[in-house]
């Protein structure tokens, strides 16, 4: 029993159309992945982890770090808080002291 010239060439296109939307489907999920992201990052960017007011900048030593202006917690990003290590103790201890508000 052999298939039919018009069924072979129905059923290929069939496994074509198949791929075709595995691919549309996971295009679909990864734009949908990276868009959610996006959506959050918008929504939390700068915002305080703590009360979610909006984080200010500061330039300390040549280091910028986020403060809150309302509950006034401070935040470090990775390399800041790195850099905050590198000064010498007496300079990082004062720096320290003014960012936190103590005398
Ligand atoms: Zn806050």
């Known amino acids: 029993m052999s298939e039919s010239i018009e069924s072979k ?3 290929y296109f069939q496994m074509l159309d198949r791929q075709k939307l595995k691919e549309l ?3 679909h999920l ?3 992945a990276s868009k959610e992201k996006e959506e959050l990052k918008n929504l939390h960017y700068m915002h305080c982890p703590k009360c979610g007011t909006k984080m200010e900048p500061i ?3 040549n280091i910028e770090i986020d403060k809150c202006p309302d509950c006034l917690g401070i ?3 990775n ?3 790195e850099q905050l ?3 010498e ?3 990082r201890r004062t720096l320290v002291r003014k960012i936190f508000g103590l005398k």
Do not use: G, P, V
Request: proline share 0%; net charge negative.
């Open 75 to 77: 935040y470090f990003d």
């Open 25 to 27: 489907r996971e295009q």
């Open 9 to 11: 060439l129905e059923n």
């Open 59 to 61: 330039m300390m030593h």
């Open 30 to 32: 990864q734009e949908s």
């Open 79 to 81: 390399s800041e808080l």
């Open 85 to 87: 290590l590198e000064i």
């Open 89 to 91: 103790f007496d300079k």
